[in-house]
Nanobody, 124 residues
Framework: QVQLVESGGGLAQAGDSLRLSCAVS????????IGWFRQAPGKEREFVAG????????IYADSVKGRFPISRDNAKNTVYLQMNSLKPEDTAVYYC?????????????????WGQGTQVTVSS
């Protein structure tokens, strides 16, 4: 069973940086992708960024493109979301999720395992 554990959330001020980590375990397939999603209070959960473990292709939401690079460390089985130039509108619970797709997909229904989430709060 795939398990994902997020860490690295917290409080930040506008313009600050935070790095989220997603530790992945229990994967038995060779091709998969990891996505980051977020859900702000009163809003739908939305795709933020994703990375293919196999091809390293990445996709970003327009709202974070250029600010939130995603990366992976194969040795540590960990995916990182480096959050730079944070804005108050980035405040949300951030989740990482696992998909069996080879290439990154933004449709959250294609992600079959989810972490518990980590809160990110950005003040102005």
């Amino acid at each position: 069973q795939v398990q994902l554990v997020e860490s690295g959330g917290g409080l930040a001020q506008a313009g600050d940086s935070l790095r989220l980590s997603c530790a992945v375990s229990g994967v038995t397939v060779r091709t998969y992708t990891i996505g980051w999603f977020r859900q702000a209070p009163g809003k739908e959960r939305e795709f933020v960024a994703g990375i293919s473990w196999t091809t390293s292709n990445t996709i970003y939401a327009d709202s974070v493109k250029g600010r939130f690079p995603i990366s992976r460390d194969n040795a540590k089985n960990t995916v990182y979301l480096q959050m730079n130039s944070l804005k108050p509108e980035d405040t949300a619970v951030y989740y990482c999720a696992f998909s069996r797709r080879v290439l990154v997909v933004t449709d959250q229904s294609l992600y079959v395992s989810w972490g518990q989430g980590t809160q990110v709060t950005v003040s102005s």
